[in-house]
């Protein structure tokens, strides 16, 4: 058994039409822009790991993981005509159009998602000896298994997910009275 405490960046990024909103105008509008999700989670892994071939150096992890988001926000630039809908339809005289609208800012968006997340995280690796410890070289990859999204009829359904590049040394402990 394996388990960590790891720190994780992950995000999205989008560049082009997209759904946005106008202050207070209790409608969805469209406009092209771009925007970067930063989510930051503390996630908990405990895995199995099993060990193969002769040297047994090389190495599999299995397992589920927990996540707790630390933050969220999204930061978006560009300026752009505004469209009532996924077409590309301008806003007409009507409703004050054409609209021209700067999207540039960053929001804090923890609250539109879920506090707790969860998945199940896969690796390959390699561990050499090295002095009292071990060097270890690992390729993992992580899905996470639940929507994010509190609101998916608004803001869709996601998931996280990532690849994970890590290098590690391991020193192992005692406690008193075992081997």
Do not use: C
């Amino acid at each position: 058994m394996l388990a960590e405490v790891n720190y994780s960046q992950q995000g999205a990024r989008k560049n082009g039409l997209q759904a946005a909103s106008l202050p207070g105008i209790d409608q969805t509008f469209y406009a092209d822009f771009k925007n970067t999700a930063k989510l930051d989670y503390l996630e908990i892994p405990v895995m199995a790991r099993f060990h193969v071939g002769p040297l047994r150096r090389l190495f599999v992890d299995v397992g589920p993981y927990a996540g707790l988001l630390i933050s969220a926000k999204n930061v978006a630039s560009g300026v752009s005509e505004v469209f009532v809908d996924q077409n590309r339809t301008p806003v007409p005289p009507m409703m004050g159009g054409p609209i021209i609208a700067d999207f540039g800012g960053t929001t804090d968006n923890k609250s539109a998602l879920h506090t707790f997340n969860w998945g199940l995280q896969g690796g390959l690796g390699v561990a050499q000896s090295v002095g009292r410890g071990t060097v270890s070289l690992e390729v993992r990859g992580e899905l996470g298994l639940m929507n994010i999204q509190k609101h998916p009829d608004v803001d869709g359904k996601n998931a996280t997910g990532a690849l994970v590049v890590a290098l590690g040394y391991a020193v192992p402990i005692g406690l008193p009275g075992m081997p």
